[in-house]
């Protein structure tokens, strides 16, 4: 360029813009660009760098006559920008982060203009929820409400709709967008708003079946997304893709050198359907779980953490500790929000006939609904305060189902499984977060209902089994089979690519050889046996688990602060206990990144880890009881380490016979997934 340094202050400067939340990233912009500009020869040119919620829009205040304060003179000229300029190429890096409101926050959610509107203007998250409204998938948009997906949002209205023209936006954000059906309603946005869309995928799963170094110095994909309008009459939007993949600096070195014509992959769909393609392996020609047990919510969310524990001694003395609070005080304690507070008086959740008594109302002495035993974490049981006032959202449908044969599966459904079994069990009510610390709409009960009369099974499907094994296959040898083939690493060991493709619900191999279904069916009845604690799947010869290798060396005193594992000696520190032999498979035992007995012992440690909600939290034992859980857990993990290479090559036997195709087995019926009605029940 003959005169660069002219033409970069005179005419590129102003016409670009960036906004900055946070003053520090605000500080260093303004620096950098300094320093580049002076390098180009530039001695006084400035780019027009904001302090400014870029989501938030309101109208200029007007003429800001006697303020000096240079914040609120930012602020000023930002607002004038989002008024009255159209940006017709948006470029960033927006922050990833899932709205979750904390115990307590009434205030106004994230999202500014997408999610709320202004003057005039209409909450722009419409476009990306109505599609999934519509395709019946609304129970999914929480997992929508994202930065990333507001900054989507805001920057296709910026680009392309003010007015209606050419534009571009290039992001690099999470990838969750590619093919999670959550953001289902962002890939709909995105087709009907540009003519093309080029993916550069640059993976970087810390959890997943696959892991892989990443970019950053985050355990979240990423992916870089260009979005071209042309601003010809729009007639459909043809989506490019690549995947990058290697260590860290072999993806930067790539990027260095790619262009646009190497993101070469068309990616065929409409709407909702997927940016990522598609493989043509065979198990994507499986059944999915949730075509076996159509019925699938999520789990309890009690959203305060106070009346769970690990005992039902402390439960008791947190919630005697609460009733001794004054009547009108008694909230501080529960952490009220906006569905219960201490003067809530909803109906009961094990008997949901009558209405309990507001909190504030209760005498000392009062005693809660119940406590109970709570599937809290994948091989990890915990106690709850099972009552409907404490419990914001306790999926009733569950607690009705509860019973002397009921089981429990949770896996993950909307993101992609990791490493470890694909599904775990358990006989209680699960958490939301049961599987691996993260779920959604991923708990499918064995039965409908309490008495384990009403199958969660598709309609016909155990009768179409049974004629083509001929044998009679009740629903707990279909939950058996399954569970052997998911209830230890075999799987994922073996089908890491095809989990780490795409994210959705399982498949599962269907074997057509009696022989090879009763070996399966054999496995998952005892691994069923201990993963759920010994209380169903009870072996005719057995009256209790049997003990597992490791054993007490030291005993633990007080309540222990910290724990710690020695490879070399195979040795547990668990504060003055020591507990040996304890393999190292165990020890790194996972379930989709949640690493279980680790997991186990930060709950149980006299600081507890995780979230506080409640002055109630700071209630914990003051000596530890939990030896014999933690041998019985410890048993249970190595047992499962013990049988997966008999898992693995009945797998492998499985995949090779004659499968039974998706298309010969029937299909749910609408009735088969909604949850059952509610009974009365009394437990």
């Known amino acids: ?103 307590g926050d009434s205030g106004k959610r994230k999202g500014g203009v997408v ?107 990423v992916a870089i997304a260009v979005g071209v309008r042309t601003g010809r009459d729009h007639t459909g939007c043809e989506v490019r893709y690549q995947r990058i993949s290697g260590t860290h600096e072999e993806k930067l070195a790539t990027l260095r050198q790619i262009s646009i014509a190497d993101v070469s992959s068309t990616v065929s769909g409409t709407g909702l359907d997927r940016f990522t393609p598609s493989s043509d392996k065979p198990y994507f ?22 009346p769970i524990g690990e005992s039902e001694a402390l439960l008791t003395r947190r919630w005697q500790v609460m009733l001794r609070e004054v009547p009108r005080s008694r909230g501080k304690f529960l952490r009220e929000t906006a569905s219960h507070t201490s003067s809530s008086t909803p109906k009961g959740l094990l008997d949901d006939s009558k209405k309990l008594q507001a909190l504030r109302a209760l005498d000392i002495g009062d005693l809660p609904e119940s406590i109970l035993r709570y599937g809290y974490r994948s091989f990890d049981r915990q106690w709850i305060v099972a009552d409907s006032r404490v419990i914001d959202a306790p999926k009733r449908p569950f607690w009705g189902a509860c019973g002397v044969r009921q089981v429990f599966f949770t896996t993950l459904t909307s993101t992609k499984l990791g490493q470890g079994p694909f ?18 709409k991923d708990v499918m009960p064995l039965y409908r209902d309490s008495s384990g009369e009403v199958p969660n099974v598709s309609d016909g499907l155990l009768a179409s089994l049974s004629r083509r094994l001929a044998i009679e296959v009740s629903a707990e040898d279909l939950l058996a089979y399954v569970y052997a083939l998911g209830g230890t690493e075999a799987f994922s060991d073996r089908f890491s690519e095809e989990l780490a493709e795409a994210a959705g619900p399982v498949h599962i191999p269907i074997t057509a050889d009696t022989g090879l279904f009763r070996q399966a069916v054999a496995l998952g009845r005892d691994l069923l046996w201990w ?153």
Request: overall charge negative; some cysteine.
């Open 285 to 306: 020609n499986w059944p999915q779980i949730n075509d076996l047990f159509p019925w699938i919510y999520s789990g309890c969310q009690v959203k305060r953490v106070w």
């Open 531 to 683: 993963h759920i604690w010994g209380e169903r799947f009870k072996p005719e010869s057995q009256s209790r688990l049997p003990a597992g290798q490791a054993k007490e060396i030291c005993s633990v005193e007080g309540m222990p602060e910290t724990f710690d594992y020695d490879p070399e000696t195979q040795t547990l520190t668990v504060g003055t206990g020591k507990f040996a032999p304890v393999s190292e498979e165990a020890w790194h035992f996972e379930v989709s990144g949640l690493r279980c007995l680790r997991s186990w012992l930060g709950y149980r440690m006299k600081n507890r880890k995780g979230k506080k909600s409640s002055p109630l939290d700071d209630i914990r034992p003051t000596r530890w009881t939990q030896t014999p859980e933690l041998l019985l857990v410890l048993s249970i993990i190595e047992h499962t380490i013990k049988v997966t290479p008999k898992a693995a090559t009945l797998l492998a036997q499985i995949v090779e016979s004659p499968l039974i195709s998706a298309t010969d087995l029937p299909a749910p019926t609408e009735a088969n997934r909604k949850p059952p009605k509610p009974s009365n029940l009394k437990l």
């Open 1 to 103: 360029v003959g005169d660069w340094p002219t033409y970069l202050k005179d005419r590129l400067l102003p016409s670009m813009h960036a906004f900055e939340l946070m003053l520090a990233p605000y500080t260093v912009a303004h620096l950098k660009v300094a320093l580049e500009l002076h390098a180009a020869g530039v001695r006084d040119g400035s780019m027009q760098i904001f302090l400014t919620d870029t989501l938030e829009h309101s109208a200029p205040q007007g003429q800001l006559a006697t303020v000096v304060d240079p914040v609120a003179i930012e602020g000023q000229r930002a607002a004038e920008l989002k008024e009255h300029e159209r940006f017709t190429v948006v470029i960033g890096n927006p922050p990833y982060d899932r709205e979750q409101r904390s115990i």
């Open 115 to 221: 999610r709320h509107g202004a003057a005039g203007i209409d909450p722009l998250f419409k476009d990306v929820a109505d599609p999934m409204k519509a395709a019946g998938l609304g129970t999914h948009l929480k997992n929508a409400y994202n930065d990333y997906v507001h900054f989507w949002r805001w920057a296709v209205w910026q680009a392309t709709e003010l007015p209606p023209g050419p534009g571009v936006v290039a992001f690099i954000t999470a990838a969750s967008f590619l093919e999670g059906v959550s953001m289902g309603g962002v890939r709909h946005l995105l087709r009907e708003t540009f003519d093309e869309l080029w993916i550069v995928d640059l993976g970087g799963e810390g959890r997943g079946a696959l892991k892989e170094e990443n970019i950053f110095d985050i355990q979240t994909p």
């Open 423 to 440: 599904v775990t069990a358990t006989p209680y009510v699960p958490d939301l977060h049961h599987f691996s610390g993260r779920g959604a």
